[in-house]
């Protein structure tokens, strides 16, 4: 079967997703468009010399044109994050770019999902969805599946456990407002709070978690990596090719993705990311997972803060 994914932007992150799914053998073809079609091209030809070694794979640079047929589109295209700088304060120059590039893609893919990447992933994922045309369903921005993966990843760590036994999730703004709703969070099915006191072989005492110290390093972990390295890549890649996985697989799949918010927890007109349902045409609706009081407060309060970003910004 064809999986043809188009990746808008040959910067580090759309180089490494396109990298990872030919290494990973998500898709049989992948074009790579770029604004510098020197780029673009570069990167298509240093990962299509080295797909002798892996699942067999089309990778290609283009033009719009050559999106035809996609059955996924991804979205990384935009100015990147300068240290020291919030995602926020990208909204107005990726609006724009975004607004450019809709009816150029659209035109040639409307059957496509899309997947939107580029920060503040939100907003542009709600100014997609307002400019496209789209049907909803189709319309996905990466939204905290990130944060979530930096959280399992530390609480796998904090535990000593496998990651893939840590279920927890990040929800709201993929930035300063985000939060984890701990009451559903669990290892095993044990609530996080009690699995240290589950422990037969208690070996070193583990310390209590504390809740901020751990949503602190989800929030301060983009932030470090652009101060240490200049550009986070590896770990987005891998969680946007998680999602086309998904999609592929037809296989319905929960994750917190972003999506168009209509009336779930009070939330209306505003993308941030729930626990969504994922499957081969894209969204195939939300769960509405119980939340405290609390969390539902937290969930409203990065929805009034991605709200004041779209009051400040022209759509």
């Not at 920060?119 to 599946?145: A, H, M, R, W």
Request: one cysteine or more.
């Amino acid at each position: 079967m064809s999986k043809k994914v188009t990746i808008i932007g040959a910067g580090s992150v759309g180089s490494t997703i396109a990298y990872t799914m030919a290494v990973n053998g998500i898709a049989t073809e992948v074009v790579m468009i770029d604004i510098n079609e020197s780029k673009s091209l570069g990167e298509a030809l240093d990962i299509r010399q080295g797909v002798s070694f892996c699942p067999p794979i089309s990778i290609y640079a283009g033009s719009y044109a050559d999106a035809k047929d996609s059955d996924i589109v991804i979205l990384t295209s935009g100015v990147a994050r300068k240290p020291g700088q919030s995602r926020l304060e990208l909204a107005q120059v990726n609006v724009n770019i975004t607004k450019s590039i809709v009816p150029e893609i659209t035109k040639y893919a409307p059957n496509a999902v899309y997947i939107i990447v580029s920060n503040p992933v939100d907003i542009l994922t709600y100014v997609f969805t307002k400019v496209s045309g789209l049907p909803e369903k189709q319309i996905i921005g990466s939204g905290t599946i990130l944060d979530t993966a930096r959280l399992r990843a530390r609480l796998a760590e904090y535990f000593t456990i496998n990651q893939q036994n840590v279920h927890a999730y990040v929800f709201g703004e993929h930035g300063d407002t985000s939060f984890v709703p701990w009451s559903i969070g669990n290892i095993s099915n044990i609530p996080i709070d009690q699995y240290s006191d589950c422990l037969t072989e208690k070996g070193n005492a583990i310390p209590k978690l504390v809740h901020s110290d751990v949503e602190n390093y989800i929030r301060k972990s983009g932030g470090k990596i652009i101060e240490r390295k200049g550009a986070t890549f590896y770990a987005v890649a891998v969680s946007v090719c998680h999602i086309c996985k998904c999609i592929f697989s037809d296989a319905d799949t929960t994750m917190t993705v972003s999506s168009m918010m209509h009336g779930e927890y009070g939330i209306e007109d505003i993308c941030l990311s729930t626990l969504s349902i994922v499957g081969a045409g894209g969204l195939a609706g939300k769960l509405m997972i119980p939340l405290t009081d609390e969390e539902t407060a937290l969930l409203h309060k990065s929805a009034d803060s991605l709200k004041a970003v779209l009051n400040g910004i022209q759509i």
